[in-house]
């Protein structure tokens, strides 16, 4: 008797964990469609392949080069990069990092005015901070490329 009242309180638990897990994946699912996170995905490769092309062009690439570049990359992210396949590894991020009432949180956040407007500055504000980043680093990368030399010829077969 007592073995069958652990083992239904045991499935009970089972039981709730499943269900908040599935409340929370279902929240996890939801904020990534009000925050078009496919879109955002292409919008962040597409930024952090920016800064990478402007330095090639400083370093004399013509424009032309960079453009086609440029619509390659997009090409090849909009033929290889599947949301649908992404999509589920992101919901497990969300449902690890955040409890069902954060992700409740966020989304009564996103439903308000400041939070709208986070959706749709958040994507740009990010974008240009890499770009910033990426062009601050870029300028600091000679002392950089000196400690890596020398780590490699250190370690370099004689």
């Known amino acids: 008797m007592k073995t069958s009242l652990r083992l239904l309180a045991f499935l009970s638990i089972i039981g709730s964990v499943l ?8 929240s996890a699912e939801t904020i990534l469609e009000i925050t078009n996170a496919s879109g955002a995905m292409k919008t962040g490769f597409i930024a952090t392949i920016a800064p990478m092309i402007a330095n090639m062009k400083r370093q004399g690439m013509p424009e032309a080069a960079g ?17 649908v396949e992404i999509k589920p590894k992101i919901v497990d991020l ?22 709208k ?5 958040l994507p740009v504000v990010m974008q240009q901070g890499a770009v ?3 062009e601050y680093a870029a300028k600091k990368q000679d002392s ?4 890596v030399q020398a780590i490699v010829d250190k370690y370099r077969p004689k």
Request: proline fraction near 2%; aromatic fraction near 12%.
């Open 117 to 121: 407007k986070a959706i749709i500055k």
């Open 144 to 147: 950089l490329k000196l400690k």
């Open 132 to 134: 910033i980043g990426q």
């Open 94 to 115: 969300y449902v690890r990092e955040f409890t069902e009432q954060e992700l409740k949180d966020l989304l009564a956040f996103y439903q308000t005015p400041s939070g």
């Open 67 to 83: 453009t086609e570049m440029t619509a390659a990359m997009s090409e090849w992210f909009d033929a290889e990069i599947k949301w």
């Open 19 to 26: 269900a908040d897990e599935a409340a929370s994946r279902k």
